[in-house]
C-alpha cells in the first residue's frame, strides 16, 4: 500500500493578517483584533493580534483591556468577520484544488475558519519530498493571489501534520516522514499532542508522564485504567504517532458541480456561455432535489495546455436560482477571458456554502 501523506495548513495571524494587508499603514505596528462586546471601549476579548503584538504578551483570548496595557501603542481593530470568512472561502478554494481526487472518501477537511487538512496521497505518490514541493506551490499561490502567509505541515497522518504546521510559525513549512516521527514527536511535552487539553495534561503529570516518549513507553493497561478503554488506547497509539482518522467533509464544505469539455478549444464566449449555462442547469437541479441553496460560486477552466484555473465569488446571502447562478458564472467567466490568451478546453461551474433553503423545514421538525 502506498505511504499515506496528508498536509495541514493554517493561516498566520489570520484575521490580523487581512487587516494588515487591507491596510499598509499598519505595517510594522502591533495590532490587535478584538471582540468587542460593545458596552463600553475596549470591553471584549482578542480575537488574534499579529507577531509584533504576541512579543508584548498579548494573546488570542485575552481582554482588550489587558492587551491595551500590555501595549498601549497598539491599534485596535473590531473584528470583521463576515469579511474574513469570504477571503477564508477563497483559501479554501485553492487548497481544495490540490488534493486527491476523494474517490476513496474525502480527502479534504477544513477544520476552522483558517485550518484544512488536504489528502495527497495519490498526488504525492507516497513521497515525502515532493509533497514538500507541493506545500510550497501552495504557500507561494497563496501568498500571491491573497497577499497572505500560512504554515504547513506535512505527515503521514492527520495528528502529525496537524502538530507539524505549528513547528515553524509564521511562514514555516515542516515535513515529517514515518522515519523521523519519533525524533519529532517523543522530545515534546505531553501538552502539545494534538487532544491533550488540561485536564488530561494535569493527570498525566501526576502519573510522572511528562514527554510523549514517556506517554508511549507507558502501559497501556495503566492508561486504560486512568482514562477508560477509549481515551486510554488513543493515548497510547497517539504518543507513538499512529492515528489512521479518514478527512471528513463538512457540511459546509460540501460542493455541488458540474464540469464538461467544450466542443472546440476556444476563447470565443459565445461558444462557452451555452455550455456553461447547462452546466448551472444540472447544478441547480442537483441542488432543488435537496433543497439547498449556495453562497459561493465557482468557475473553473482548464486550457489547452491542460492547466486548471480557478475563481469564485462570494454571494451576500445564499441563494438557489438558475439565473443568480448564471449571473455570478458569467462574471467570472468574462475575468477569465479578459485575463486569458491560451484557449479554453473544459469548462466547470460549482456551488459551495451550501445550507437549507430558508424556511424549510428540516427532518427534525417533523
Ligand atoms: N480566533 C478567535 N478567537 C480565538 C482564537 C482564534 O476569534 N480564541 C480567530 C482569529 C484567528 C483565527 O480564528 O485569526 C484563526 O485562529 P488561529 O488559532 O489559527 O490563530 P491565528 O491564525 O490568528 O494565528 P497563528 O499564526 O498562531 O495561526
Ligand atoms: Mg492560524
Ligand atoms: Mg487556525
Redo the contacts with the bound molecule.
Sequence with gaps: MMQRVIIHV????????IEEREKPELRGKAVV?C?LSGRRELSG?????N?IAREFGIR??IPCSRAKKLNPEAVFLP?RKKF?ISVSDRIMEILRRYTDSGENGGSFEQI????AFLEITDRAGGDFNLAFELGMQIKKEIKEKEKLTC?IGIGPNKLIAKMAS?AK??DGITAVSPDKLEAFLWPLTVSKLWGIGDVTAKKLQEMNIVTVKDLAEHDVIELISAFGKSRGTWLKQAASGIDNSPLKERGGSEQIGRIATLPEDTLDQELILPLLEKLAGDVIEKLGSRELSFRVVTVTVINSNFRMYTKSRTLNHPVSSKEALLEAAREILSEFLSESKTEFRRVGVRVGGLQEKKGQKSLFDY
Excluded at 10 to 17: G, L, N
Excluded at 112 to 115: A, G, L
Design positions: 493554517d493561516m498566520d495571524y489570520f484575521y490580523a493578517a483584533v471582540m476579548s482578542v480575537s488574534t493580534c507577531y488570542s483570548g473584528v474574513y476552522s475558519v483558517d485550518e504554515s505549528s510559525k509564521p
